[in-house]
C-alpha cells in the first residue's frame, strides 16, 4: 500500500473552510485515496473516497492533484462538531483491511 | 437499524483472564472486522471475515480468536489477557467496498 503523509495537527475557525493536506507520492493507478475521521474516540466514519477526478458529497469535497501524489480533503464550513482526527488511507478499491496511520487532529474553533 | 454495536463499553480484566467482545450488526453485511486501537495511534486490524465460517488473520492476530457461525454476529475472544491488551476495540462491517460501518468501541483494560 502507498504510505501517506499527513500534518499531526491543523487549526481551523469555525465557518471558514477546513483544507486537509494528504501526501501519497507513491501510489499506484488502481489505488483510490479514502478519508475517514474519528470523532473524540468514536469508531471512525467513512468521509469519502476517489480515484483521480475531484469528488463531492454532503460531508467534504476532494481534490486531487492531476499527478495524483497528493490530496486536499475540504470542509467547506467547519462546524466544532467537525473537530476529530482525520486519515487519509490510500488502497486499491475492495474489501481489503484499512491500514489507519495516525491522520492530523482538527480543531475547530468558535 | 443499529448498525454495528459492541458489548460491553467498558471492562477490567485481570492477567490472565479470559473474555468474549460481543460484535453485532444487522445490515445484512458479508464483511466484519476487528480492529484495535491503542492511544495515540491509528487502528490496526486483529481479525476480519468474508462471510460465515470465513476468517482471517490480520495485523495483530496473536493473543485472540474468532469466530463467524451468522452473518450478523462476530465476537472477539481474548485467552489468558495481558496488559499490552489494553486497548479500545472496534468492530466494523461493511458491504461496499469502500466504507466500513464501525461500532462504538469496547475500552478494555487488563491489569
Known amino acids: 500500500d502507498a504510505k501517506t503523509t499527513q500534518p499531526p495537527s491543523m487549526d481551523c475557525a469555525e465557518g471558514r473552510a477546513a483544507n486537509l493536506p494528504c501526501n501519497h507520492s507513491?501510489?499506484?493507478?488502481?489505488?483510490?485515496v479514502y478519508w475517514y475521521r474519528q470523532i473524540h474516540s468514536q469508531g471512525p466514519q467513512y468521509i469519502i473516497h476517489?480515484?483521480?477526478n475531484n469528488e463531492t458529497n454532503e460531508m467534504a469535497s476532494l481534490i486531487i492533484t492531476e499527478d495524483r501524489k497528493s490530496s486536499t480533503l475540504i470542509l467547506p464550513h467547519a462546524t466544532l462538531r467537525d473537530t476529530a482526527v482525520y486519515y487519509c488511507?490510500?488502497?486499491?478499491?475492495?474489501?481489503?483491511?484499512?491500514?489507519f496511520g495516525t491522520g492530523t487532529r482538527l480543531l475547530v474553533s468558535p | 437499524n443499529a448498525g454495528v454495536t459492541q458489548t460491553p463499553k467498558f471492562r477490567i480484566l485481570k492477567i490472565g483472564q479470559s473474555m468474549t467482545l460481543q460484535c453485532t450488526q444487522d445490515?445484512?453485511?458479508?464483511?466484519m472486522y476487528w480492529y484495535r486501537q491503542d492511544p495515540g495511534m491509528g487502528l490496526k486490524l486483529i481479525y476480519y471475515?468474508?462471510?460465515?465460517?470465513?476468517?482471517d488473520k490480520g495485523e495483530v492476530p496473536n493473543g485472540y480468536n474468532v469466530s463467524r457461525s451468522t452473518t450478523e454476529d462476530f465476537p472477539l475472544r481474548l485467552e489468558l489477557a495481558a496488559p499490552s491488551q489494553t486497548s479500545v476495540y472496534f468492530c466494523?462491517?461493511?458491504?461496499?467496498?469502500?466504507?466500513?460501518?464501525f461500532g462504538p468501541g469496547t475500552r478494555l483494560t487488563v491489569t
Open positions: 488511507i490510500v488502497r486499491v478499491l475492495g474489501f481489503q483491511k484499512l491500514v
Open positions: 466494523a462491517s461493511s458491504n461496499d467496498p469502500y466504507e466500513q460501518y
Open positions: 445490515m445484512n453485511h458479508n464483511y
Open positions: 507513491t501510489i499506484s493507478g488502481n489505488e483510490y
Open positions: 471475515s468474508v462471510g460465515a465460517g470465513i476468517t
Open positions: 476517489g480515484l483521480k
